[in-house]
Nanobody
């Protein structure tokens, strides 16, 4: 069974930066799209950013210009560089990937933006 493992979540002050990583296990082959989603307490999970196998990206309006998604297909890894963090970015961040077998989700990593 394939799995995704996120890392990099932490407590950071407003205006700070974090870099999240998502590693897919070797049993997940031919990954097409990868993405990051987040869920804040009491809110629905929402899309943050996605990236296709060709490198096309898509961002939520709330993070455009501050977050950057990238991937290393050879390593089956995706990244989310988050700059100029705001308290409203506080959430559990989840990695998502899809291939010919379906969709995969990680267990999430906590990002807290607070002074």
């Amino acid at each position: 069974q394939g799995q995704l493992v996120e890392s990099g979540g932490d407590l950071v002050q407003p205006g700070g930066s974090l870099r999240l990583s998502c590693a897919a296990s070797g049993s997940i082959f031919r990954i097409s799209g990868m993405g990051w989603y987040r869920q804040a307490p009491g809110k629905l999970r929402e899309l943050v950013a996605t990236i296709t196998s060709r490198g096309s990206t898509n961002y939520a309006d709330s993070v455009k210009g501050r977050f950057t998604i990238s991937r290393d297909s050879a390593k089956n890894t995706a990244y989310l560089q988050m700059n100029s963090l705001k308290p409203e970015d506080t959430a559990v961040y989840y990695c998502n990937a899809d291939n010919y077998r379906g969709q995969y989700w990680g267990r999430g990593t906590q990002v807290t933006v607070s002074s």
